[in-house]
């Protein structure tokens, strides 16, 4: 009786361990199963930041506006570029013994037209590549940096401009007698060309900024992006933002020329302006791809955009010679003028020809900066009957302008 029943449940056993041997297989296919699913929905970390910057954007008219399903951009530019900055400068000094002496300088510091060519990668509106100089010689030094990001209707752009050249001056000055202490009024005059001896050093840090209302039928990036096409004719209402961190640096060697310009020697400014203006693009062809790889693909479009701004922010930081400083009794070497608001303006024109899988642009841009520190008065009474009274203004622009000319391949 008892081995009746250890082999009633060693029976027993053996059947749930077959029955378990053949639910194992079956449970473990269908975890590898889900899982190797699971993995196929949930792709890596990269693949999940590119294809969030790849997608289509959902607020388009498609009537006027589409994405054709390209994500990667290869795009070989032609550039001609000018960068440069020009300074008038007015000092006065006058004493008590009716002698002043005037001076107005004018300050030019730019390089020659420079020609680059070079190779962009763009990947959703995100922009990045460099290019090399060709031809003659532009500057001792002559540096420029790109990157921006740009989508159909927001962006922002930055750039960097480093030059090196010698800086050229044209002074006019004026010497005046009057008063008591003279019998007779009279005037010298002394014009005079100047040189540096050693390059200065110009730096631009530029950052452009906009935003187009209409972002349902209006694509910025369709001419100066190449990742969109414009099917139908439309504008925008614009916001613009510009920044400029501009500065000038003489070399320390220099002996003569600080002495022509008021003992300076570096200045720098940070401007911030902000206005809007309008933007429209011309459709003059339009056919959609009829195949693969945008075969058939055909769009010809024009842009012109013009976008006053006004310098909400405008101080000029100016520093003086050491051996100036202590002449004159300075406190520091140095001094902040806030220049008075001023009109600011952007320009641009462009072309953007889209053949197939190639797109071809051409475009214009024009930026312009302005400062202008106001008449400004010191009184120098520390220095006796020297000078005594001494009124000072600076004005002037950093400016860039450049033309372009692209090919891109879109993959």
């Known amino acids: 009786m008892r081995d009746q029943v250890v082999e009633e449940t060693y029976r027993k056993v053996l059947l749930v361990a077959l029955m378990l041997l053949c639910i194992l297989p079956v449970a473990t296919a269908q975890e590898t199963t889900d899982t190797v699913a699971a993995r196929e929905q949930k792709p890596g970390l990269v693949k999940q930041v590119l294809d ?8 388009f008219d498609e009537r006027y506006v589409r994405k054709p399903p390209t994500k990667l951009i290869v795009t070989l530019r032609g550039k001609v570029q000018q960068t440069g900055v020009s300074i008038n400068d007015f000092s006065e000094f006058e004493n008590d013994w009716g002698v002043s002496n005037s001076t107005q300088t004018n300050i030019q510091l730019q390089e020659r037209v420079c020609r680059k060519v070079g190779i962009y990668l763009t990947y959703s509106g995100i922009r990045a590549g460099g290019g090399m100089k060709v031809g003659r010689k532009s500057a001792e030094r002559d540096i420029s940096l790109y990157l921006g990001k740009l989508s159909p209707y927001y962006g922002l752009i930055g750039r960097y401009f480093n030059i090196k050249d010698k800086v050229t001056s044209d002074i006019h000055g004026t010497k005046e ?5 003279w019998e007779y009024e009279s005037e010298y005059v002394n014009d005079t060309h100047v040189e540096t001896d050693y390059p200065a050093d110009l730096r631009e840090i530029q950052l452009d900024g906009y935003y187009a209302f209409n972002r349902h039928r209006f694509a910025y990036t369709a001419v100066y992006g190449g990742n969109v096409v414009q ?3 439309a504008g925008s209402w614009m916001l613009g933002m510009k920044y400029l961190y501009g500065r000038v640096k003489f070399d320390s060697r220099e002996t003569d020329f600080p002495t022509y ?3 300076i020697t570096r200045f720098a400014t940070h401007q911030l302006s902000v206005g809007g203006g309008y933007s429209y693009n011309l459709v003059a062809l339009n056919r959609d791809e009829r195949g693969p790889r945008l075969q058939g693909l055909r769009n010809l479009t024009f842009n012109a955009t013009v976008m006053p701004m006004v310098t909400v922010l405008n101080p000029l930081t100016i520093y003086y010679d050491e051996n100036l400083v202590k002449g004159f009794g300075y406190e520091r070497d140095h001094l902040t003028r806030h220049s008075h608001p001023q009109l ?8 953007a020809l889209s053949i197939d899988r190639l797109g071809f642009d051409v ?3 024009y930026d312009n900066f302005h400062f202008n520190t106001g008449l400004q008065t010191d009184n120098l009474n520390n220095l006796g009957k020297e000078y005594s009274v001494q009124q000072n203004r600076m004005k002037g622009r950093f400016y860039n302008w450049g033309v372009v000319a692209e090919m891109h391949i879109k993959l």
């Not at 969030?52 to 607020?59: A, E, L, Q, T």
């Not at 007698?177 to 202490?181: L, P, S, T, V």
């Not at 600011?344 to 072309?351: D, K, L, Q």
């Open 363 to 365: 475009r214009f841009h």
């Open 261 to 263: 310009v008021g003992g």
């Open 52 to 59: 969030r910057f790849s997608k289509s954007y959902g607020y």
């Open 231 to 233: 099917r139908r004719s």
């Open 344 to 351: 600011n303006y952007t320009a641009t024109v462009g072309m």
């Open 177 to 181: 007698y009057h008063g008591e202490d």
